[in-house]
């Protein structure tokens, strides 16, 4: 094992609810965290896609990277991710070279398989209702990635009828692309295609390593991504993070995100709870179900502690996995305290706002 001599941090913000605050409260918060990780240094601002739950607010990720790109300068901003069943490839290639151009050079487009919410939200999300294409058992997912990919970087063979298609705005360069996923499937399939890797370990700790491994080893190069194009593999990790002054009080943050993941289980979409109400809650299914099953993966889903303690175990992690980025997501009930979190962690990586990575501004038209 090697510890990566440079560990790339990013950051994907789901815009939790806490409770006693609203939706609209949470998306401000985002805003607000894209400001706050870019001065502090952090490479990228990803965020995700779910829907009908109350403790998660953003359901459009591309319009509110509308407004962050105009709220922040240079850090790059994407989708983690767009859940591509629910679209058409060529809508959401039209919706991600607008973005691309109006921050040019800024644009990830992180796209997913998962339906990003229940059952009944997929039914109501799903592009066909009828015929033998709504059952359950057809997945084009393959088939929209490859058009996608070829609608971005004008791949279609000529005598294709989308060839004649003219994706707008047509400016110089492209959204850059990463394939998101927690299974040996979305491994392979990233490999295959040449496409730079997110693993969601935050989501699901189970196959971590085997399927960074068999991205890793199986990686192909693709020509069909024109100037996007990784010559070798490109993976990232997705981890939950909790730094605090003390390992006492990141202990004490970390009840609102334990509990979080104990009701998700239980199929329950309340609010971000408070630490205290986290305290009580937890006591009370502790009592009735007995205590929580330890963690047997090989890394937690969530790295909580002082800014010391989580630096060593992410760079133990990196070091295994032989990666140099995590993408850091960090739920506290209190944006302060997430602030603080972020802050913290930077300044433990001797992160700094890297004047290379800052875009030339887009000019308006007259």
């Known amino acids: 094992m090697s510890f ?100 040019p050079n800024r644009i990830d487009l992180g796209i997913g398989r998962a339906p990003g919410g229940g059952p009944i939200e997929a039914a109501a999300l799903r592009r066909y209702r009828g015929g033998q294409a709504a059952a359950p058992h057809i997945d084009d997912f393959p088939d929209q990635l490859a058009e996608l990919i ?20 047509d400016t ?15 491994a392979a399939t990233a490999a295959q295609y040449g496409l730079p890797y997110a693993f969601a370990h935050f989501f699901s700790a189970e196959g971590t390593r085997a399927a960074i491994e068999h991205y890793q080893r199986e990686f192909v190069t693709n020509a069909a991504l024109g100037e996007s194009q990784r010559e070798h593999p490109e993976a990232l990790a997705a981890i939950g ?43 009370g299914m502790y009592g009735q179900f007995g205590p929580a099953t330890p963690d ?20 133990n992690m990196a070091g295994r996995l032989n990666i140099n980025e995590f993408v850091v997501n960090t739920i506290t009930h209190d944006h302060a305290s997430r602030l603080r979190s972020y802050t913290l962690l930077a300044e433990a990586f001797d992160l700094t ?13 007259a």
Not at 172 to 186: F, Q, Y
Not at 247 to 268: G, K, P, T, W, Y
């Open 172 to 186: 110089p360069g492209s959204p850059d692309v990463w394939l998101l996923g927690s299974s040996g499937w979305s």
């Open 296 to 315: 047997t993966t090989e890394f937690p889903r969530y790295f909580y502690g002082t800014p010391d303690k989580v630096k060593a175990d992410l760079l």
């Open 150 to 169: 070829a609608f971005l970087h004008k791949g279609f063979p000529a005598n294709h009828p989308f060839s004649r298609i003219l994706v707008s705005p």
């Open 353 to 365: 706002a890297d004047p290379a990575l800052i875009a030339e501004p887009a000019t308006a038209a």
């Open 4 to 103: 990566p001599t440079t560990l790339r941090l990013s950051v994907l913000d789901q815009s939790p609810v806490p409770s006693g605050f609203t939706p609209a409260d949470a998306l401000r918060n985002s805003i607000s965290l894209a400001q706050h990780v870019e001065s502090a240094g952090y490479r990228r601002f990803w965020m995700s896609e779910h829907h009908a739950m109350e403790m998660l607010a953003c359901t459009a990720p591309e319009i509110m990277l509308a407004r962050i790109g105009a709220e922040t300068s240079h850090i790059r901003i994407g989708s983690g991710g767009i859940m591509l069943p629910h679209y058409t490839a060529l809508k959401v290639a039209e919706t991600f070279r607008t973005l691309h151009t109006l921050y």
């Open 241 to 283: 993070v909790i730094c605090a002054e003390t390992q006492a009080e990141a202990e004490r943050l970390f009840q609102s995100v334990r509990l979080l993941q104990l009701r998700i289980r239980q199929n329950d979409r309340r609010p971000v709870a408070t630490p205290s109400e986290a305290v009580a809650e937890l006591a």
